[in-house]
C-alpha cells in the first residue's frame, strides 16, 4: 500500500501563489503516475494535473499556464506551484498515486483564495 501525505494550503489573495506538497510512502513503484485533483463544494473532483515517473505532464485547460507540477523521485515527493491564483481555484487538493488499476489518495489540503 502507498500513503500520502500533502501539505502546503491556505488562505490567499486573488493573483497570490501557493504551493502544496505531496510526499508518498509505502510500496512506491519506480514507474508511476502522481498528481493532483480537486474538489469544490457541489462539484465533482476534477483533473489538475499529473506528472509521471519520466516527467511527462499533463494539465487541466483551466490551470494550464499559471500552474506547474513537478516531483523529486528520490524524495517520492510531488509538487504544485499554483501561480495567479484565482477565486474559482478554491478547493480541497488531493494528491494521487496511481500505478496501473491501483489509486492511492490523500487526505486532502484546503486552498481557499479570497481577498
Known amino acids: 500500500q502507498v500513503q500520502l501525505v500533502e501539505s502546503g494550503g491556505g488562505l490567499v489573495q486573488p493573483g497570490g501563489s501557493l504551493r502544496l506538497s505531496c510526499a508518498a510512502s509505502?510500496?512506491?513503484?519506480?514507474?508511476?503516475?502522481m498528481g493532483w485533483y480537486r474538489q469544490a463544494p457541489g462539484n465533482e473532483r476534477e483533473l489538475v494535473a499529473t506528472?509521471?515517473?519520466?516527467?511527462?505532464?499533463n494539465y487541466a485547460d483551466s490551470v494550464n499556464g499559471r500552474f506547474t507540477i513537478s516531483r523529486d523521485n528520490a524524495k517520492n515527493t510531488v509538487y504544485l506551484r499554483m501561480n495567479r491564483l484565482k477565486p474559482e481555484d478554491t478547493a480541497v487538493y488531493y494528491c494521487?498515486?496511481?500505478?496501473?488499476?491501483?489509486?492511492?489518495w490523500g487526505q486532502g489540503t484546503q486552498v481557499t483564495v479570497s481577498s
Open positions: 494521487n498515486y496511481k500505478v496501473s488499476r491501483y489509486d492511492a
Open positions: 506528472i509521471t515517473s519520466g516527467g511527462s505532464t
Open positions: 509505502g510500496s512506491i513503484f519506480s514507474s508511476n503516475t
